[in-house]
Nanobody
Framework: QVTLVESGGGLVQTGGSLRLSCAAS????????IAWFRQAPGIEREFVAA????????EYADSVKGRVTISRDSAKTTVYLQMNRLNPEDTAVYYC????????????????WGQGTQVTVSS
């Protein structure tokens, strides 16, 4: 069993930055992958970024590439999502998700989910 707890959301102005955190507890290790998804009102949940627990593989959605960095601190079993140059289109609830699987399929198939953290970008 895995438990995920997100933090770090909030209100920020256009052009600002936020760092989201996802603290994972339970069984991690080899083949463990953590991702961030987001969901805005009336829009389907979408993939943002993912990282393998070793840190060797990362993947980003085209909509955030170049503005967002995913990283992990294995000592703290925490994954971070650093978001820069935020704009109102980034406003959403951001969810941390986890699974055991192949780094070739990092955008789907997540089994464990956190409760979400709200990010609001004002214009």
């Amino acid at each position: 069993q895995v438990t995920l707890v997100e933090s770090g959301g909030g209100l920020v102005q256009t052009g600002g930055s936020l760092r989201l955190s996802c603290a994972a507890s339970g069984r991690t290790g080899t083949y463990f992958i953590i991702a961030w998804f987001r969901q805005a009102p009336g829009i389907e949940r979408e993939f943002v970024a993912a990282i393998t627990w070793s840190g060797a593989d990362r993947e980003y959605a085209d909509s955030v590439k170049g503005r967002v960095t995913i990283s992990r601190d294995s000592a703290k079993t925490t994954v971070y999502l650093q978001m820069n140059r935020l704009n109102p289109e980034d406003t959403a609830v951001y969810y941390c998700a986890a699974k055991y699987g192949s780094p070739f399929y990092m955008r789907t198939g997540y089994e464990y989910w956190g409760q979400g953290t709200q990010v609001t970008v004002s214009s």
